[in-house]
């Protein structure tokens, strides 16, 4: 245990620069933010619950002003009937595509869970292909970088939207950065002005100082429980964007006529006002926590992306093991370390919209908040951990050593399963 205690403090003592840049981001976020709430005039009855159809929900209404400021938008939904990020994104994928029009992934395949929205794979299956949407896709460069001359190749003018994905995802490849995003838009604009660029925003929220409207994006969409909820939102989806589509999404997502005027929020709108709030602090908690995870286990020979000095663009830390079982070992470790649910064991298992058996551990307060300390590892090579979350420093430190700890002790490609 005291060599474990000694690689953390000469982890802490390298990493402590990078640190420095995640406190000055976190603070401008913060600051972003906190002057969205005053401008929004948040009083403590916007807290108060609403029923039935929501009409004059005073407080929705400010959550989604000082959601909107925060996310650089002229206009935000933020909802808790959308029930998780890919409904975020659904949503205004089929609001906005009409049949012949066509959506282009502009960064590779997308996230597992939009493949079904894509591509249903099945008769009925609701998704866009059947509705007669035209879907293409850009493959990454040998970097796994957006291919900007490939893009110029593919936008044309049926293109209805160009998809970007900010955050990693299940695969090994970087996230995007709000710069590579600013070029992404004008190389897509360029080809075709009247083009969408819509982003997939999940886990690349207050990561940096700005986010993607800034820089010519028409739309984000994301999880309220993942980085914006600060660990406190119990559910939900946000959209933002421009007004005039965020209008239509709104339409999709009630009705036409209907639209963002309606939907109540049964439970204390505390939780999201708060929770935003503490978002940026949250996302510095946990990308601290990423870089401890990239320098402990990097240095101990393990294939880390990103590496502890590489500038970060999501909150993903990937760490890559050299087979299934040491991978299912690591995401025990992880629920073991958790407040809630710490003794339960984990299996791969099939969830809806993944292709492969993934594990997930999310020992977590809300329901799989992957904002909180949570890793995830699809049964597929190179059988890489996706770590994420935090809502500690202190959490990511204890699990950090004991998964330290317990790695050390065994032969790198060493299988079985032994007890944790
Ligand atoms: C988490 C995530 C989503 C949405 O996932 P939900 O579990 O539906 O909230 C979409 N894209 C990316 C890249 C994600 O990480």
């Not at 407080?59 to 996310?71: H, P």
């Not at 977590?364 to 059988?383: H, K, M, N, W």
């Not at 994420?388 to 430190?397: P, V």
Request: charged letters at 20%; proline letters at 5%.
């Amino acid at each position: 245990m005291l060599e474990t205690v000694k690689a953390i403090n000469e982890a802490e003592q390298l990493v402590t620069a990078q640190y420095r840049v995640f406190e000055e981001n976190a603070y401008i976020n913060g600051v972003r933010i906190l002057q969205a709430f005053q401008e929004a005039r948040v009083r403590d009855h916007h807290f108060y619950g609403s029923t039935g159809y929501g009409y004059g929900d005073t407080g929705r209404a400010a959550l989604e002003t000082v959601y909107a400021r925060a996310f650089q938008a002229e206009e935000a939904l933020v909802r808790p009937q959308i029930v998780s990020g890919t409904h975020a994104i659904s949503a205004c994928l089929f609001a906005l595509l009409q049949p012949g029009q066509k959506l282009l992934s502009i960064t590779g395949r997308p996230y597992d869970t939009l493949a079904n929205i894509i591509d249903g794979g099945h008769k009925r299956s609701g998704s866009l292909r059947e509705k007669g949407i035209l879907y293409g896709e850009v493959a990454l460069d040998h970097d796994g970088k957006a291919d900007t001359d490939a893009i110029v190749r593919a936008v044309d003018k049926d293109t209805r939207i160009a998809l970007i994905q900010r955050s990693r995802g299940y695969r090994l490849r970087p996230a995007v950065s709000i710069a590579a995003i600013k070029t992404l838009v004008e190389t897509v604009k360029g080809q075709n002005p009247d083009c969408i660029v819509m982003v997939d925003n999940c886990y690349g929220e207050f990561v940096e100082t700005d986010e993607p409207c800034q820089v010519g994006a028409d739309l984000v969409a994301g999880s309220l429980i993942k980085n914006p909820s600060g660990g406190l939102a119990p559910g939900g989806g946000y959209i933002a964007g421009r007004s005039d589509l965020v209008d239509t999404v709104a339409y999709h997502l009630t009705a036409p006529g209907l639209g963002r005027a309606m939907g109540s929020n049964l439970v204390d709108k505390r939780w999201f006002f708060q929770g935003l709030f503490m978002a940026p602090h949250t996302v510095l908690q946990a990308l601290k926590g990423a870089v401890l995870f990239s320098a402990l286990f990097g240095r101990a020979g393990y294939r880390v992306d990103p590496e502890w000095d590489e500038p970060r663009h999501d909150i993903i830390q990937s760490i890559c093991f050299d087979n299934a079982p040491d991978l299912l070992q690591f995401c025990q470790v992880v629920q073991n370390c958790s407040p809630i649910d710490s003794d339960v064991k984990l299996e791969f298992g099939h969830l809806p919209g993944y292709e492969v058996p993934v594990v997930m551990a999310a020992g977590t307060f809300v329901q799989g908040a992957s904002i909180e300390l949570s890793c995830d590892g699809p049964q597929r090579e190179p059988y890489s951990a996706y770590l994420q979350g935090g809502l500690t420093y202190e959490h990511c430190r204890y699990a950090a050593g004991r998964l330290l700890h317990h790695f050390r002790g065994k032969p790198k490609d060493g299988g079985g399963i032994g007890g944790v």
